[in-house]
């Protein structure tokens, strides 16, 4: 059993910066995909951003260019970067997590607003 919890959400100005980090536990050398989703309010909870293993990497649309998704294997970390930021960025960002066998896990989820 695999558990996420996530940190670094808060209130930042449009423009500005927040990193965002997700813990792993449990059984984390299982884990194939990690990847980060969010939910405005009133919207389907939507992808932003997902990392497989080896490193590869891809985006919604809307975050490329101005988000940067990592991860450190060895100490079971997910990371998202995420610079220029909107408005429209407002909403709570959850961490994912699928392992060999297509078990899906998901975070508590941490609050993001952008506003001035």
């Known amino acids: 059993q695999v558990q996420l919890v996530e940190s670094g959400g808060g209130l930042v100005q449009p423009g500005g910066s927040l990193r965002l980090s997700c813990a792993a536990s449990?059984?984390?050398?299982?884990?194939?995909?990690m990847g980060w989703y969010r939910q405005a309010p009133g919207k389907q909870r939507e992808l932003v951003a997902r990392?497989?293993?080896?490193?590869?990497?891809n985006y919604a649309d809307s975050v490329k260019g101005r988000f940067t998704i990592s991860r450190d294997n060895g100490k079971n970390w997910l990371y998202l970067q995420m610079n220029s930021l909107k408005a429209e960025d407002t909403a709570v960002y959850y961490c994912?997590?699928?392992?060999?066998?297509?078990?899906?896990?998901w975070g508590q989820g941490t609050q993001v607003t952008v506003s001035s």
């Open positions: 449990g059984a984390p050398v299982t884990i194939d995909v």
């Open positions: 994912n997590a699928v392992n060999w066998f297509n078990t899906v896990y």
């Open positions: 990392i497989t293993h080896s490193g590869t990497t």
